[in-house]
Every structure is written in structure tokens, then in C-alpha cells.
Nanobody
Framework: QVQLVESGGGLVQAGDSLRLSCGAS????????MAWFRQAPGKEREFVAA????????RFADSVKGRFTIARDNAKNTVYLQMNSLKPEDTAVYYC????????????????WGQGTQVTVSS
């Protein structure tokens, strides 16, 4: 079956960086667009970033543009989220998600989800 496993979360201070990873198995990774979403306490899950199956197209939420980047390594079945200049408002559980080929930003467009990794940014 399809599994998405996130890693790399943790507790950091404002201004620090973190890199999240999401390893995928059970699917033909190179044919899937991959995305990161996040959910802060008491809030709905929101789109953060996405990358197309080949890596040539990326999308970012306005709140993270210029601070976060997304990349993928199809040989390793892994997608990464590099988060720089972290702010306390970035505190959330970060989820990896997959859908075939085309990038979407809506949560309900994604077929597979990981369990999430906690990111906490202290001020």
C-alpha cells in the first residue's frame, strides 16, 4: 500500500531553518505531484507548497513565499521542504500529500497523506 512518511520536524527558534523530508513507497513516485500542507492548533489544514511530478513547476502559499522551497529526488522517492527564516506562526503539524501528475492546492485534490511531523517555532 501507499505510505508517505514525514521526518525532520522539531523545536527551533524564530529565524532558524529546518528541512522536512517525506519518503514515499507503494506508488510510482515520479508520476505524482507532491505537496506540503500544515495544520496549526485550532485551525484548518492549509496548503504550504507543491511540486509537479517532474519538478519543473512549484507553487507556494503567500505566507511562505521567499522563505520556503520545495524539491524532490525521484531516484530516492523523496520530497523536501526547506524552511528558512522560521516564524512562530509557522508552528504546525506538517503533512506530506500526493496526487497524480498535476499540482493542485486544494486539500481534497490529494489522494494520499502522511501522518505529519510537528514543527514548533519559539519566539
Amino acid at each position: 500500500q501507499v505510505q508517505l512518511v514525514e521526518s525532520g520536524g522539531g523545536l527551533v527558534q524564530a529565524g532558524d531553518s529546518l528541512r522536512l523530508s517525506c519518503g514515499a513507497s507503494g506508488l510510482k513516485f515520479s508520476t505524482y505531484a507532491m505537496a506540503w500542507f500544515r495544520q496549526a492548533p485550532g485551525k484548518e489544514r492549509e496548503f504550504v507548497a507543491a511540486i509537479s511530478w517532474g519538478g519543473g513547476d512549484t507553487r507556494f502559499a503567500d505566507s511562505v513565499k521567499g522563505r520556503f522551497t520545495i524539491a524532490r529526488d525521484n531516484a530516492k522517492n523523496t520530497v523536501y521542504l526547506q524552511m528558512n527564516s522560521l516564524k512562530p506562526e509557522d508552528t504546525a503539524v506538517y503533512y506530506c500529500a500526493a496526487r497524480t501528475f498535476i499540482i493542485k492546492t486544494a486539500e481534497n485534490e490529494y489522494d494520499y497523506w502522511g501522518q505529519g511531523t510537528q514543527v514548533t517555532v519559539s519566539s
